[in-house]
């Protein structure tokens, strides 16, 4: 029922700043928590970000943690990640996800995902 559709992704520069967006439709929404995780070539997906939807905890990957702030608006049934300070280790799609997750960094604890979008830094 729950669908999560992304945007802002995009091309930026090496020190560069994009903010994603995970808007959320499908009913009345309603999670413990948003995820954002990302999935570069070759590679595993990765947590990345992780918002409790009433209270507001967040939890962040270390290699992001003073540079990306997740946030959300629960009128708008959005969740969205700021990114500043990007670098070419960075670039990755990136998916949101929703559900009723008790380990925020547990890919398989999330009920619905997005659709991913790219994120390139260009170095």
């Known amino acids: 029922q729950v669908q999560l559709v992304e945007s802002g992704g995009g091309l930026v520069q090496a020190g560069g700043s994009l903010t994603l967006s995970c808007a959320a439709s499908?009913?009345?929404?309603?999670?413990?928590?948003m995820g954002w995780f990302r999935q570069a070539p070759g590679k595993e997906r990765e947590f990345v970000a992780a918002?409790?939807?009433?209270?507001?905890?967040?939890w962040y990957q270390d290699s992001v943690k003073g540079r990306f702030t997740i946030s959300r608006d629960k009128d708008k049934n959005t969740g969205y990640l700021q990114m500043n300070s990007l670098d070419a280790a960075d670039t990755a799609v990136y998916y949101c996800?929703?559900?009723?997750?008790?380990?925020?960094?547990?890919?398989?604890?999330?009920?619905?995902w997005g659709q991913g979008t790219q994120v390139t830094v260009s170095s």
């Open positions: 499908g009913g009345t929404f309603s999670t413990n928590a």
């Open positions: 996800a929703a559900g009723p997750t008790s380990d925020v960094s547990d890919p398989r604890d999330y009920d619905y």
């Open positions: 918002i409790g939807w009433r209270g507001g905890t967040t």
